[in-house]
């Protein structure tokens, strides 16, 4: 049953990241011309100080999936409902302080941007906008995470879809309004917030007992889940300033310009890294509930498994980009900000980097004990916006902040693994190194060679050769992918399923 519900659910995500990839890789390019490279720029970083704040609501959520999933997987209706009813109480008072800090620090940080004068006004009425999108956001967290706990994929596959559609159809309103494009951006994104959030909490009501609140006050499961949170708040906190925080850095030393090509990098990021984030999501609560039923072994299987897997989905998906990104750049973008194309890549080999970790990240959360892992692996993370400030301080390119962040992610797999494995024994490492890491290099060594000499000789700068590369890269990666990365029983079951469907279509 947990395989099956793992593929169903895998199938639902995938369906609903394939329609949002390609309809958020369009709105890219019709947000790029509707509000210029200048205004993208300014909206990614005035964003950027609004999301700074997710520590908060991030910690919390972490906390609420997982005390759902474990009840869950513990069938516990009633301790569910008492967690969720918690949970709604700490994510309003949340909102609440985001607000305050949204106002007061974040206030302060805005005016601290280097903003072209003519559009301070309408930068700041943005920023003040972003704030009441981002509380409704928080507020709907304990609604979606009931969702997930409940792997009813579909139902979160087209909330999504409604929700991506939503945000291309308001780009076309704007252009028929005579007013600020980018305040009017930020406006309508506020009112998709407020219905998609009053979605969330519909579906709920009608369909989970569960969410319906009941006026309590537990002090030690207060504390359980906020005291859970806050080990996940370092890490977090270190996370966001990985993140929005060189964006700012970047902001402060080179300008808006530089902010807009980090913003269409992370966009390509943010659509193949959902490829791997659907699979994990799907993962996810099955590792969780067999932790909670002390199904060990299953459990270490789908840790094992699902960081491998991760990878090789993402790198079937990374090797073309990598080979032809100028030229997709050119087809997607009409005006390709500078240093777009370096940036794109270097995030693209770190999203690939850190597609291994996220499995093992959730096994840590699985037990509970979090304490120890949260506050190594936040410190090193947390390490990327000094060095990153240094780095540019001395001299630096702006993509060497990327060079950093790589470098650090490396570092990060390696940590992770020793903790789970000698401080909360959930993984082995020995164990990780055969299943994962050896797989993995015996897939990317060939397949990098073998493309490098291929690719050379196909034509740059046309449709046909982009489709050659596309077609050369999928084949080549899955051959070495059969041959080298599965295990005997995986390759078993892979031609066991070829079999079964062509005997279905016979």
């Known amino acids: 049953m947990g395989r099956r519900q793992i593929a169903k659910n895998t199938f639902f995500l995938y369906v609903r990241i394939l329609v949002t990839i390609v309809v958020s890789l369009y709105t890219s390019r019709v947000i790029l011309q509707v509000l210029g490279a200048e205004d993208f720029g300014i909206y990614n970083v005035v964003g950027g100080i609004v999301v700074m704040f997710s520590f908060l609501n991030a910690a919390m959520a972490t906390a609420t999936q997982r005390f759902l999933t474990f009840e869950i997987g513990r069938n516990n209706r009633n301790e569910i409902q008492r967690i969720f009813s918690m949970s709604l109480i700490i994510y309003v008072l949340m909102a609440l302080v985001i607000f305050v800090l949204g106002e007061s620090v974040g206030l302060y940080l805005f005016y601290q ?146 902010n807009a090509a980090r913003g269409v990098a992370f966009q390509v990021q943010a659509a193949v890294k959902n490829f791997v984030a659907n699979f994990q999501l799907a993962v996810d609560p099955q590792i969780i509930k067999s932790y909670a039923n002390n199904e060990l072994n299953y459990c270490n299987d789908l840790i094992y498994s699902a960081s491998k897997y991760s990878f090789f989905l993402l790198y079937l998906l990374i090797v073309p980009l990598l080979y032809r990104i100028e030229y997709i750049m050119e087809l997607w973008l009409e005006n390709v900000p500078e240093y777009t194309v370096i940036f794109c890549k270097l995030i693209l080999v770190n999203a690939l980097i850190d597609a291994v970790s996220g499995p093992l990240s959730t096994s840590a959360q699985a037990t509970g004990k979090i304490k120890l892992y949260q506050f190594i692996v936040g410190s090193v993370l947390l390490l990327n916006l000094p060095i990153a400030y240094l780095v540019l301080y001395w001299g630096g390119s702006p993509q060497s902040t990327v060079y950093v962040s790589i470098i650090i992610s490396i570092v990060l797999i390696l940590l992770r693994v020793f903790i789970l494995d000698k401080f909360l024994h959930v993984i082995k490492i020995s164990r990780f190194i055969y299943r994962v890491i050896l797989p993995v290099f015996a897939v990317v060594f060939p397949t990098l060679l073998i493309l490098s000499f291929l690719v050379r000789y196909v034509p740059d700068g046309t449709l046909g050769g982009m489709v050659l590369v596309l077609l050369m890269t999928a084949i080549v990666n899955l051959v070495v992918i059969f041959l080298t990365g599965l295990s005997i029983s995986e390759k078993r079951f892979v031609i066991q399923s070829i079999q079964s469907v062509l005997k279905k279509n016979m």
Not at 140 to 146: D, E, G, M, Q, Y
């Open 113 to 258: 941007l280097n903003i072209p004068g003519e559009r301070l006004d309408a930068a700041l009425i943005t920023y003040h906008i972003t704030i009441f999108t981002f509380i409704f956001s928080v507020v709907r967290i304990p609604f979606h995470a009931l969702i997930i706990a409940k792997e009813k994929m579909g139902v979160y596959a087209i909330i999504c879809i409604i929700e991506t559609f939503s945000r291309l159809g308001i780009l076309y309103v704007i252009q028929m309004i005579q007013f600020d494009s980018l305040v009017l951006y930020a406006f309508f994104l506020l009112l998709i917030s407020i219905l998609i959030t009053l979605v969330y909490v519909r579906y709920c009501r009608v369909h989970y007992i569960e969410s319906k609140y009941i006026l309590f006050w537990d002090r030690q499961m207060f504390f359980m889940l906020t005291s859970y949170a806050g080990w996940n708040l370092f890490g977090n906190i270190a996370f966001i300033a990985a993140t929005q925080g060189i964006n700012i850095v970047l902001n402060v030393f080179f300008g808006p310009i530089v």
